[in-house]
């Protein structure tokens, strides 16, 4: 099923339009378009539709126009034509801010005293680098609460590595603790994430 999935639509390659898989009948798709959906073709027309299954990756399928509205395309005549399995490596910058509010010692939550403002650089459903002024150690572990525009998640991050930045400190952590709910819920993220900055960038 690839309801609840980010898509895009492309014509001709070029990525014109994007939203979300809003139901999945086996027959047919409904998609619900957040950008871009004056430049789809009308009814019976074949387009491209892109997938970003948290499951089975990206997959592009051959379609046709149904009917198309403002907000709403529903397509029809379904054909895979292409499926690469990136989930592992699927990582998107952001500016996201978040409070470091508690380091695990012995598996115990301890607040910090004050809580650390830092900002998430780029995230993966597995790990996160951040920028921050406070100098943390390697192997110290970290709790956070993440607010998408889908989710708000309490995560964990494991510091790898540090390196000095021109103010302040970057970060390579490792999440550990994460639920499979949570790493979906974190992947569907990145990829929604993904969709959007191409199309920003794609002067559409």
């Excluded at 997938?51 to 895979?80: K, W």
């Excluded at 292409?82 to 010692?105: C, F, M």
């Excluded at 970060?171 to 199309?199: K, N, P």
């Amino acid at each position: 099923m690839l309801e609840g999935s980010p898509c895009a639509v492309l014509v001709d390659d070029e990525e014109v339009a994007h939203g979300v898989v809003s139901a999945d009948s086996g027959l047919s798709l409904d998609v619900r378009i957040a950008e871009g959906t004056h430049r789809v073709p009308g009814p019976g027309e074949r387009i491209v539709l892109r997938t970003f299954e948290e499951i089975r990756g990206r997959r592009d399928y051959a379609v046709v126009v149904r009917t198309l509205s403002d907000t709403a395309l529903v397509l029809d005549e379904l054909e895979l034509l292409s499926a690469y399995q990136q989930r592992a490596i699927v990582r998107v910058g952001t500016d996201l801010p978040v409070t470091l509010e508690y380091e695990v010692v012995d598996d115990r939550p301890v607040d910090l005293d004050p809580p650390v403002q830092a900002g998430i650089i780029d995230l993966s459903a597995t790990g996160v680098r951040l920028h921050c002024n406070a100098p943390l150690r390697e192997g110290q572990r970290l709790g956070f609460q993440l607010r998408t525009d889908f989710d708000e998640l309490p995560l964990v991050a494991e510091v790898l590595r540090r390196e000095e930045a021109p103010t302040g400190y970057r970060y390579g952590c490792r999440l550990v603790g994460t639920t499979q709910r949570e790493a979906d819920a974190l992947h569907r993220y990145v990829l929604s994430e993904q969709i959007a900055q191409r199309f920003r960038l794609g002067d559409v």
